[in-house]
Protein backbone atom coordinates (compact mmCIF):
# COMPACT_ATOMS: atom_id res chain seq x y z
CA UNK A 1 0.00 0.00 0.00
CA UNK A 2 3.19 2.22 1.02
CA UNK A 3 4.43 2.08 -3.18
CA UNK A 4 0.68 2.70 -4.54
CA UNK A 5 -0.04 5.60 -1.70
CA UNK A 6 3.27 7.62 -3.08
CA UNK A 7 2.70 6.73 -6.80
CA UNK A 8 -0.92 8.41 -6.11
CA UNK A 9 -0.24 11.20 -4.52
CA UNK A 10 2.96 12.26 -6.31
CA UNK A 11 1.36 14.76 -8.75
CA UNK A 12 -0.59 16.51 -6.18
CA UNK A 13 2.36 17.05 -3.40
CA UNK A 14 3.98 18.78 -5.58
CA UNK A 15 1.81 21.39 -6.39
CA UNK A 16 1.53 21.88 -3.09
CA UNK A 17 4.34 23.75 -2.07
CA UNK A 18 3.99 27.72 -2.74
CA UNK A 19 6.85 30.22 -3.52
CA UNK A 20 9.11 27.89 -4.56
CA UNK A 21 9.64 24.94 -7.06
CA UNK A 22 10.07 21.46 -5.11
CA UNK A 23 12.59 19.13 -7.19
CA UNK A 24 10.51 16.82 -9.15
CA UNK A 25 11.51 12.82 -8.66
CA UNK A 26 12.38 11.93 -11.71
CA UNK A 27 14.99 14.81 -11.34
CA UNK A 28 16.47 14.22 -8.35
CA UNK A 29 20.08 13.88 -8.21
CA UNK A 30 22.46 12.97 -4.99
CA UNK A 31 21.45 14.16 -1.69
CA UNK A 32 18.06 14.80 -2.68
CA UNK A 33 17.59 11.38 -4.74
CA UNK A 34 18.53 9.59 -1.43
CA UNK A 35 16.25 11.30 0.99
CA UNK A 36 13.35 10.98 -1.53
CA UNK A 37 13.83 7.18 -1.36
CA UNK A 38 13.72 7.56 2.15
CA UNK A 39 11.19 9.57 2.10
CA UNK A 40 8.80 7.24 0.52
CA UNK A 41 10.18 3.94 1.82
CA UNK A 42 9.47 5.29 5.46
CA UNK A 43 6.65 8.14 5.36
CA UNK A 44 5.17 6.57 2.26
CA UNK A 45 5.20 9.42 0.06
CA UNK A 46 6.73 12.49 -0.45
CA UNK A 47 4.92 14.51 2.02
CA UNK A 48 4.65 17.88 1.26
CA UNK A 49 6.82 19.70 4.12
CA UNK A 50 9.66 17.67 3.51
CA UNK A 51 9.85 17.78 -0.37
CA UNK A 52 9.40 22.10 0.21
CA UNK A 53 13.29 22.23 1.71
CA UNK A 54 14.51 20.84 -1.83
CA UNK A 55 15.93 23.53 -3.37
CA UNK A 56 18.14 23.58 -0.83
CA UNK A 57 19.71 19.56 -0.81
CA UNK A 58 21.12 19.96 2.59
CA UNK A 59 17.94 22.01 4.49
CA UNK A 60 16.25 18.88 2.71
CA UNK A 61 17.99 16.33 4.58
CA UNK A 62 18.18 18.37 7.73
CA UNK A 63 14.78 18.32 7.69
CA UNK A 64 13.90 14.71 6.97
CA UNK A 65 16.77 13.73 9.72
CA UNK A 66 15.06 15.51 12.56
CA UNK A 67 11.63 14.33 11.09
CA UNK A 68 12.78 10.50 10.54
CA UNK A 69 14.40 10.24 14.27
CA UNK A 70 12.13 12.01 16.22
CA UNK A 71 8.47 10.60 14.63
CA UNK A 72 9.50 7.63 12.66
CA UNK A 73 11.93 5.79 14.73
CA UNK A 74 11.72 3.26 16.77
CA UNK A 75 11.82 4.25 20.34
CA UNK A 76 9.97 4.00 24.14
CA UNK A 77 7.38 5.61 23.18
CA UNK A 78 3.87 4.78 20.52
CA UNK A 79 3.46 5.94 17.31
CA UNK A 80 0.51 7.37 18.74
CA UNK A 81 1.98 9.09 21.62
CA UNK A 82 4.40 10.48 19.18
CA UNK A 83 1.67 11.72 16.67
CA UNK A 84 -0.35 13.27 19.73
CA UNK A 85 2.48 15.52 20.36
CA UNK A 86 2.96 16.43 16.53
CA UNK A 87 -0.94 17.49 16.42
CA UNK A 88 -0.50 19.27 19.96
CA UNK A 89 2.12 21.54 19.19
CA UNK A 90 0.80 22.02 15.41
CA UNK A 91 -2.22 23.47 17.14
CA UNK A 92 0.16 25.69 19.04
CA UNK A 93 1.71 26.96 16.66
CA UNK A 94 -1.19 27.53 14.21
CA UNK A 95 -0.40 25.52 12.13
CA UNK A 96 -3.53 24.00 10.50
CA UNK A 97 -2.04 21.92 7.73
CA UNK A 98 -0.08 19.43 10.11
CA UNK A 99 -2.90 19.59 13.04
CA UNK A 100 -5.38 18.31 10.33
CA UNK A 101 -2.73 15.76 8.84
CA UNK A 102 -1.25 14.53 12.19
CA UNK A 103 -4.55 14.53 14.18
CA UNK A 104 -6.37 11.83 11.14
CA UNK A 105 -3.54 9.90 11.47
CA UNK A 106 -3.49 9.52 15.24
CA UNK A 107 -7.67 8.82 14.76
CA UNK A 108 -6.29 5.98 12.33
CA UNK A 109 -3.83 4.60 14.76
CA UNK A 110 -6.21 4.98 17.84
CA UNK A 111 -10.03 4.70 17.00
CA UNK A 112 -12.29 6.91 19.36
CA UNK A 113 -14.13 3.46 19.86
CA UNK A 114 -10.78 1.45 20.52
CA UNK A 115 -11.56 -0.66 23.82
CA UNK A 116 -8.69 -0.01 27.00
CA UNK A 117 -6.22 -2.63 26.95
CA UNK A 118 -5.50 -3.06 23.60
CA UNK A 119 -2.01 -1.73 21.45
CA UNK A 120 -4.24 1.60 20.39
CA UNK A 121 -5.24 2.41 23.69
CA UNK A 122 -5.99 6.19 23.61
CA UNK A 123 -2.92 9.24 24.64
CA UNK A 124 -2.93 10.20 28.25
CA UNK A 125 -4.57 14.20 27.85
CA UNK A 126 -1.43 14.86 29.70
CA UNK A 127 0.47 14.22 26.76
CA UNK A 128 -1.63 16.62 24.89
CA UNK A 129 -1.84 19.56 27.55
CA UNK A 130 1.99 19.17 27.89
CA UNK A 131 2.63 19.04 24.10
CA UNK A 132 0.89 22.50 23.32
CA UNK A 133 2.36 23.79 26.60
CA UNK A 134 5.96 23.67 25.13
CA UNK A 135 5.24 26.69 23.43
CA UNK A 136 6.15 29.44 25.54
CA UNK A 137 8.99 28.88 28.29
CA UNK A 138 6.01 29.86 31.61
CA UNK A 139 3.59 27.22 29.99
CA UNK A 140 6.11 24.49 29.39
CA UNK A 141 7.74 24.93 32.69
CA UNK A 142 4.57 24.96 34.96
CA UNK A 143 3.54 21.56 33.31
CA UNK A 144 5.00 17.94 34.63
CA UNK A 145 6.88 15.45 32.36
CA UNK A 146 3.92 13.36 31.12
CA UNK A 147 6.14 10.30 31.53
CA UNK A 148 9.37 8.69 32.39
CA UNK A 149 12.38 10.70 31.58
CA UNK A 150 13.74 8.79 29.00
CA UNK A 151 9.91 8.93 27.62
CA UNK A 152 9.32 12.21 27.70
CA UNK A 153 12.50 13.27 26.00
CA UNK A 154 11.46 11.76 23.17
CA UNK A 155 8.49 13.35 22.64
CA UNK A 156 10.64 16.32 23.75
CA UNK A 157 12.56 15.47 20.44
CA UNK A 158 9.04 15.56 18.07
CA UNK A 159 8.01 18.34 19.41
CA UNK A 160 11.46 20.70 18.97
CA UNK A 161 11.21 19.13 15.14
CA UNK A 162 7.39 20.25 14.85
CA UNK A 163 8.39 23.39 16.59
CA UNK A 164 10.60 23.89 13.39
CA UNK A 165 8.77 22.34 10.80
CA UNK A 166 4.74 24.24 11.46
CA UNK A 167 7.21 27.24 11.02
CA UNK A 168 8.09 26.14 7.03
CA UNK A 169 4.73 24.74 6.48
CA UNK A 170 3.30 28.05 7.42
CA UNK A 171 5.29 29.84 4.78
CA UNK A 172 5.09 27.28 1.96
CA UNK A 173 1.73 25.38 2.41
CA UNK A 174 -1.68 26.45 2.58
CA UNK A 175 -4.31 25.96 5.44
CA UNK A 176 -5.02 21.97 4.19
CA UNK A 177 -3.66 19.34 1.85
CA UNK A 178 -5.97 19.81 -0.57
CA UNK A 179 -6.24 21.91 -3.36
CA UNK A 180 -8.45 25.26 -2.98
CA UNK A 181 -10.76 23.61 -5.51
CA UNK A 182 -12.10 21.14 -3.11
CA UNK A 183 -15.43 21.55 -1.92
CA UNK A 184 -15.41 22.51 1.75
CA UNK A 185 -17.84 19.49 2.50
CA UNK A 186 -15.32 17.10 1.15
CA UNK A 187 -12.51 17.61 3.14
CA UNK A 188 -13.38 16.53 6.11
CA UNK A 189 -13.49 12.73 4.56
CA UNK A 190 -11.04 13.40 2.28
CA UNK A 191 -8.62 13.96 5.26
CA UNK A 192 -9.64 10.76 6.98
CA UNK A 193 -9.26 9.11 3.76
CA UNK A 194 -5.97 10.00 3.95
CA UNK A 195 -5.24 8.98 7.25
CA UNK A 196 -6.66 5.70 6.63
CA UNK A 197 -4.12 5.31 3.38
CA UNK A 198 -0.85 6.30 5.88
CA UNK A 199 -1.82 3.82 8.62
CA UNK A 200 0.59 1.58 7.20
CA UNK A 201 3.87 3.31 7.13
CA UNK A 202 2.20 4.50 10.62
CA UNK A 203 2.12 1.25 11.84
CA UNK A 204 5.85 0.43 10.50
CA UNK A 205 8.81 1.44 12.75
CA UNK A 206 11.64 2.50 11.17
CA UNK A 207 15.32 1.57 12.49
CA UNK A 208 16.70 4.17 14.43
CA UNK A 209 19.86 6.00 13.07
CA UNK A 210 19.14 5.33 9.14
CA UNK A 211 19.20 9.26 8.34
CA UNK A 212 21.58 10.77 10.05
CA UNK A 213 24.22 9.71 7.59
CA UNK A 214 22.80 11.86 4.94
CA UNK A 215 25.04 15.22 6.54
CA UNK A 216 28.04 14.84 8.04
CA UNK A 217 28.53 14.40 11.75
CA UNK A 218 28.92 17.03 14.02
CA UNK A 219 28.24 17.62 17.67
CA UNK A 220 25.28 18.67 19.53
CA UNK A 221 24.85 22.54 19.43
CA UNK A 222 25.48 23.95 22.72
CA UNK A 223 27.93 27.19 22.31
CA UNK A 224 28.50 30.05 24.93
CA UNK A 225 25.79 32.22 24.92
CA UNK A 226 26.05 34.92 22.12
CA UNK A 227 27.73 33.04 19.56
CA UNK A 228 26.36 32.47 15.87
CA UNK A 229 26.30 28.72 15.02
CA UNK A 230 27.30 30.17 11.29
CA UNK A 231 30.65 31.91 11.88
CA UNK A 232 31.72 31.89 15.21
CA UNK A 233 31.21 35.06 15.71
CA UNK A 234 30.07 36.98 18.89
CA UNK A 235 26.35 38.94 19.35
CA UNK A 236 25.23 41.31 21.64
CA UNK A 237 25.79 39.97 25.35
CA UNK A 238 22.51 38.49 27.24
CA UNK A 239 19.80 40.82 28.70
CA UNK A 240 19.61 41.16 32.32
CA UNK A 241 18.66 38.02 34.17
CA UNK A 242 19.11 35.65 31.35
CA UNK A 243 21.26 32.59 31.38
CA UNK A 244 23.17 30.49 28.55
CA UNK A 245 20.28 27.72 29.03
CA UNK A 246 18.34 30.24 27.97
CA UNK A 247 20.01 31.94 25.05
CA UNK A 248 18.48 31.31 21.47
CA UNK A 249 20.84 28.70 20.66
CA UNK A 250 21.26 26.63 23.95
CA UNK A 251 20.02 23.66 23.45
CA UNK A 252 19.21 20.93 26.85
CA UNK A 253 21.44 18.60 26.34
CA UNK A 254 20.53 16.86 29.17
CA UNK A 255 17.16 15.40 27.72
CA UNK A 256 18.84 15.06 24.08
CA UNK A 257 21.38 12.79 24.89
CA UNK A 258 18.40 10.44 26.21
CA UNK A 259 17.56 10.01 22.41
CA UNK A 260 20.72 9.61 20.83
CA UNK A 261 19.87 8.76 17.58
CA UNK A 262 17.82 12.06 17.44
CA UNK A 263 20.40 13.96 19.17
CA UNK A 264 22.91 12.96 16.55
CA UNK A 265 20.26 13.89 13.62
CA UNK A 266 19.47 17.02 16.03
CA UNK A 267 23.30 17.89 15.48
CA UNK A 268 23.56 17.45 11.98
CA UNK A 269 20.90 19.18 11.01
CA UNK A 270 21.86 22.55 13.09
CA UNK A 271 25.29 22.38 11.62
CA UNK A 272 23.86 22.20 7.83
CA UNK A 273 22.18 24.67 9.31
CA UNK A 274 24.92 26.78 10.62
CA UNK A 275 26.57 26.56 6.66
CA UNK A 276 23.52 27.58 4.75
CA UNK A 277 22.82 30.13 7.04
CA UNK A 278 26.20 31.80 6.66
CA UNK A 279 25.64 31.20 2.54
CA UNK A 280 22.59 32.87 2.14
CA UNK A 281 21.50 34.89 5.20
CA UNK A 282 23.58 38.39 6.17
CA UNK A 283 25.52 38.13 9.15
CA UNK A 284 23.64 41.60 10.54
CA UNK A 285 20.05 39.35 10.05
CA UNK A 286 21.44 36.50 12.04
CA UNK A 287 22.34 39.15 14.80
CA UNK A 288 19.14 40.93 14.78
CA UNK A 289 16.80 37.18 14.70
CA UNK A 290 18.98 36.24 17.54
CA UNK A 291 18.54 39.31 19.58
CA UNK A 292 14.44 38.91 19.43
CA UNK A 293 15.08 35.49 20.45
CA UNK A 294 17.24 36.03 23.30
CA UNK A 295 14.23 38.12 24.52
CA UNK A 296 11.41 36.08 23.12
CA UNK A 297 9.87 33.32 25.67
CA UNK A 298 7.27 31.95 23.01
CA UNK A 299 4.37 34.58 23.66
CA UNK A 300 2.60 36.71 20.69
CA UNK A 301 4.46 39.46 19.01
CA UNK A 302 1.15 41.16 17.97
CA UNK A 303 -1.75 41.27 15.40
CA UNK A 304 0.06 42.60 12.60
CA UNK A 305 3.64 42.51 11.27
CA UNK A 306 4.64 46.36 12.12
CA UNK A 307 7.06 44.94 14.85
CA UNK A 308 9.11 42.80 12.27
CA UNK A 309 9.29 46.12 10.23
CA UNK A 310 10.22 48.13 12.97
CA UNK A 311 12.87 45.47 14.36
CA UNK A 312 14.29 44.92 10.44
CA UNK A 313 14.53 49.23 10.02
CA UNK A 314 18.06 48.70 12.25
CA UNK A 315 19.52 46.89 9.21
CA UNK A 316 21.00 48.66 6.40
CA UNK A 317 18.40 48.88 3.42
CA UNK A 318 19.52 46.06 1.59
CA UNK A 319 19.25 44.01 3.99
CA UNK A 320 15.88 44.88 5.57
CA UNK A 321 13.45 42.49 3.41
CA UNK A 322 15.54 39.42 4.84
CA UNK A 323 15.59 40.66 8.44
CA UNK A 324 11.86 40.99 8.28
CA UNK A 325 11.27 37.57 6.35
CA UNK A 326 13.39 35.71 9.08
CA UNK A 327 11.80 37.45 11.53
CA UNK A 328 8.08 36.69 11.21
CA UNK A 329 9.17 33.04 10.30
CA UNK A 330 11.02 32.53 13.58
CA UNK A 331 8.61 34.73 15.64
CA UNK A 332 5.30 34.59 14.14
CA UNK A 333 5.38 32.16 10.87
CA UNK A 334 1.74 32.51 10.13
CA UNK A 335 1.96 36.02 9.26
CA UNK A 336 4.31 35.45 6.62
CA UNK A 337 2.50 36.30 3.24
CA UNK A 338 3.29 36.84 -0.32
CA UNK A 339 4.40 40.45 0.08
CA UNK A 340 7.04 39.73 2.37
CA UNK A 341 8.28 36.37 0.12
CA UNK A 342 8.86 39.11 -2.89
CA UNK A 343 10.43 41.51 -1.12
CA UNK A 344 12.95 39.40 0.07
CA UNK A 345 12.85 37.97 -3.93
CA UNK A 346 13.53 41.57 -5.39
CA UNK A 347 16.94 41.29 -3.43
CA UNK A 348 18.23 38.48 -5.97
CA UNK A 349 17.10 35.46 -3.92
CA UNK A 350 15.98 32.62 -5.79
CA UNK A 351 14.77 29.17 -4.32
CA UNK A 352 17.50 28.62 -2.53
CA UNK A 353 18.24 31.69 -1.11
CA UNK A 354 14.18 31.88 0.46
CA UNK A 355 14.34 28.22 1.92
CA UNK A 356 17.58 28.68 3.46
CA UNK A 357 16.80 31.97 4.88
CA UNK A 358 13.66 30.38 6.10
CA UNK A 359 14.87 27.24 7.67
CA UNK A 360 17.92 29.44 9.43
CA UNK A 361 15.45 31.27 11.50
CA UNK A 362 12.81 28.86 11.80
CA UNK A 363 15.36 26.02 13.61
CA UNK A 364 16.23 29.17 15.55
CA UNK A 365 13.29 29.45 16.97
CA UNK A 366 13.25 25.55 17.55
CA UNK A 367 16.07 25.69 19.31
CA UNK A 368 15.17 28.03 21.43
CA UNK A 369 12.29 26.43 22.46
CA UNK A 370 14.46 23.58 22.99
CA UNK A 371 16.22 24.99 25.67
CA UNK A 372 13.06 25.33 27.77
CA UNK A 373 11.78 22.48 27.64
CA UNK A 374 11.47 20.92 30.82
CA UNK A 375 12.70 16.88 31.13
CA UNK A 376 13.62 15.35 34.37
CA UNK A 377 17.01 13.81 33.66
CA UNK A 378 17.50 9.86 33.55
CA UNK A 379 17.64 7.97 36.67
CA UNK A 380 19.82 5.44 34.40
CA UNK A 381 20.63 4.17 31.15
CA UNK A 382 17.02 2.41 29.69
CA UNK A 383 17.25 -0.31 27.76
CA UNK A 384 17.21 -0.32 23.78
CA UNK A 385 14.04 -1.00 21.96
CA UNK A 386 13.69 -4.57 21.28
CA UNK A 387 14.73 -5.04 17.84
CA UNK A 388 15.98 -1.50 17.45
CA UNK A 389 19.19 -1.20 19.16
CA UNK A 390 19.44 2.77 19.14
CA UNK A 391 22.82 4.00 17.94
CA UNK A 392 25.27 6.12 19.99
CA UNK A 393 25.92 9.63 18.32
CA UNK A 394 28.52 9.40 15.00
CA UNK A 395 28.02 5.72 14.83
CA UNK A 396 27.20 3.77 12.29
CA UNK A 397 23.60 3.02 11.84
CA UNK A 398 24.12 0.54 9.69
CA UNK A 399 25.13 -1.74 12.22
CA UNK A 400 21.69 -1.06 13.80
CA UNK A 401 18.96 -2.35 11.53
CA UNK A 402 17.10 -5.16 12.61
CA UNK A 403 17.94 -7.99 10.17
Known sequence: MGGTLARLMRPGTLIQ??????VRPRA????????????????????????????????????????????????RTRRAEREAVAA??????????????????????????????????????????????????????RHAAPLPAERTAELAAVAVTFHYLNRMVNVFLDDSPWPPQVPGAARRPLSRLLGLLMLPAARRTAAPGASPGLLPAAPLPDPPYGTDPADGRPYA????????EDGPYGVAAAWAADVPHFADAFARASAAAGAYGRRSVPHRVRELVAAELAAWDGGPTGLSRAWATVAADRLPAAE???????????LASHQVDRA??????????GDRELVELTSWAAL????????????????????????????????????HAPA
Open 340 to 349: AVEEFRATGA
Open 17 to 22: VRHVSP
Open 28 to 75: ARGLVARVYRQLEGDFGLLAPPVILHSPSPEALAGCWTMLRESLLAAG
Open 364 to 399: AAARRVASWIPVPPASAAAPAPAGHPVPAPGEDPVR
Open 320 to 330: RPAGRLALLTA
Open 237 to 244: GPEDGATA
Open 88 to 141: AVSAANACPYCTGVHTETLRGLVPPARAAGTAGDPVPPEVTAWARATATRETAR
